[in-house]
């Protein structure tokens, strides 16, 4: 059982929808709840992190944490087709004397026009 | 924020040939880099973990002396595929760790090199 799970997709939602996108983990020790947006051949790039359970709102993007379920959300208010990219969640875990980022496998948005 | 290079953007080698990827953070000191390798339509692969002035840590099934990281200083790790052959074609994206940064410990990511061996 991967660490991290995540639906690669594609989703494909019509500009201006609400998009959810999803993530769940099986290691109870994860630190810190990130999301990355990717666009085609390019490096992942931060959008949100958060820590504890709750919402945390910046602009467009919420990116919600459920710790009890091991479940964590990333939602897109007034899609546009310039957020079609690749959506990774990643999370923190300690690793030896590192901190590492256990990813998602992406899920890959299309916001139709 | 936190700016991570990467160079060359792509490469087109010779089967049998080594390749060196240079990432360099650009404004800040990172005393850990991390390289990653991503196939396509799959999710970033960790390789290693390099720390500056120590050896870099190697993720099991990678061959250590295939792929040579060095992390000479606080801005700059490279990469070196050695005796590079058409299964190491990939897109190899690196990331810096900026040891000033918050306690989440935020890696800024570099926009990948694309190898390609003939």
């Known amino acids: 059982q991967k660490e991290v799970e995540q639906d690669p997709g594609p989703l494909s939602v019509p500009e201006g929808a609400i998009v959810s996108l999803n993530c769940t983990y099986s290691?109870?020790?994860?630190?810190?709840f990130m999301w990355y947006r990717q666009y085609s051949r390019k490096g992942p790039e931060l959008l949100m992190y958060?820590?504890s359970s709750g919402n945390k709102e910046d602009g467009r993007f919420t990116a919600q944490v459920d710790k009890s379920s091991k479940y964590i959300s990333l939602f897109i208010r007034d899609s546009q087709p310039s957020d079609s990219a690749t959506y990774l969640c990643a999370m923190t875990a300690v690793r030896g004397s590192n901190y590492q980022l256990i990813w998602g496998a992406g899920t890959k948005l299309i916001i139709k026009p | 924020g936190a700016v991570v290079s990467q160079h060359p953007s792509r490469v087109i080698c010779k089967s049998g040939t080594s390749v060196k990827i240079e990432c360099r953070s650009l404004?800040?000191?990172?005393?850990?880099m991390f390289w990653y390798r991503q196939f396509p339509k799959k999710s970033l692969m960790l390789m290693a973990t390099s720390n500056e002035g120590s050896k870099a840590t190697y993720e099991q099934g990678v061959e250590k002396d295939k792929f040579l990281i060095n992390h000479a200083s606080l801005t700059l790790s490279t990469l070196t595929v050695t005796s590079a052959h058409p299964e190491d074609s990939s897109f190899y994206i690196c990331?810096?760790?900026?040891?000033?940064?918050?306690?989440?410990?935020?890696?800024?990511f570099g926009p990948g090199t694309r190898l390609t061996v003939l």
């Open positions: 290691n109870s020790a994860f630190q810190y």
């Open positions: 990331s810096a760790r900026d040891w000033t940064s918050g306690s989440y410990n935020e890696q800024f």
């Open positions: 958060t820590y």
């Open positions: 404004d800040f000191q990172a005393t850990t």
